[in-house]
């Protein structure tokens, strides 16, 4: 009996102390995803709040108390929006179509630019390297405003204003994006380029089939980033696109703000068109987004 008792004694022991019972762990479960659902909502409400107000009267938009619905859903706030025209080939469709041209086109120039100096800073071996990439990063440090009126200057010097390319030279590269895939860069192994040396292959071959296959996470975040900040810009095209027909969105959100009245229903569905595409290019690309962000963190 004594053995008996000792043994039960011993099986008591090895039960783990202070383990939460069934109850306790679906309680928590469910505390966390209640909290992170609450969360969520807080942070969408003024998107869903602004979605509503689309299909709202300006007067409904400012009444207090506000209202979440609308009392009545006017469709034809969207077509109206749609349909702006201000003469001169100045419409909607046409302001759309400015802000993807600019937005892709320099997010493009900077996966092919700069992809190819941050191959240059973590591959090759040159005198001033070291130097040239500590200038690079401090550039990083000079707020843009400090530069935006030289870069107007040189920007009329060469007849650039009022065209796409006074956006798309100086968003072509960025010192953010360099910095960025060159850590990437540097943790991609040497044999992989060591045996390509051995096959023959070029140094452009090398960085055209080995790197850029390797890199894709941090290419999409380069591109996703540049293009997300140009499609928000509102200061350069402001300052470089004079006439209406060249406008991008942001700049032409400003028709629906005239002197003595504001037609806040308008700007509410332009402002939609311009946050849909951002959202879309992050829901399929977000999984590349956070690789490529973690990897440039991580390696170097």
Do not use: H
Not at 74 to 85: A, G, P, R, S, Y
Not at 155 to 161: A, E, L, P, W
Not at 276 to 290: E, K, M, N, T
Request: aromatic fraction near 16%; glycine fraction near 6%; charge should be positive.
């Amino acid at each position: 009996m004594t053995a008996t008792t000792a043994t039960t004694a011993k099986v008591a022991v090895k039960t783990p102390k202070g383990e939460e019972p069934q109850w306790g762990r679906y309680a928590l479960t469910f505390l966390k995803y209640f909290l992170l659902v609450t969360l969520g909502l807080v942070a969408l409400t003024p998107f869903i709040l602004a979605f509503l107000g689309t299909f709202k009267t300006d007067a409904e938009i400012i009444a207090w108390p506000p209202t979440f619905l609308p009392k009545e859903w006017l469709w034809e706030n969207w077509v109206k929006t749609w349909q702006t025209d201000l003469g001169e080939g100045a419409t909607f469709p046409r302001w759309l179509f400015n802000t993807a041209v600019v937005s892709l086109g320099s997010a493009v120039a900077q996966v092919v630019f700069c992809s190819m100096s941050a191959y240059a800073f973590a591959r090759l071996r040159f005198p001033g390297r070291d130097a040239v990439f500590a200038f690079m990063l401090a550039s990083m440090m000079i707020p843009g405003a400090v530069t935006l009126i030289p870069a107007y200057v040189v920007m009329t010097k060469i007849r650039f204003v009022n065209t796409y390319w006074s956006l798309l030279v100086p968003g072509a590269v960025s010192a953010g994006s360099i910095f960025l895939l060159t850590q990437f860069l540097k943790g991609i192994p040497m044999e992989l380029e060591e045996a390509a040396f051995v096959d023959g292959a070029s140094r452009f071959r090398i960085y055209k089939d080995v790197i850029l296959p390797l890199s894709r996470p941090a290419l999409l975040t380069v591109f996703i980033l540049q293009f997300q900040a140009m499609w928000n810009a509102f200061l350069p095209p402001l300052l470089y696109l004079n006439t209406p027909r060249m406008w991008v969105l942001n700049v032409a959100l400003t028709v629906f703000q005239q002197q003595y009245k504001a037609q806040w229903n308008l700007t509410l569905v332009a402002a939609m068109f311009n946050a849909i595409p951002i959202l879309i290019l992050f829901a399929f690309f977000s999984r590349y987004y956070i690789e490529g962000i973690s990897y440039a963190g991580l390696k170097g």
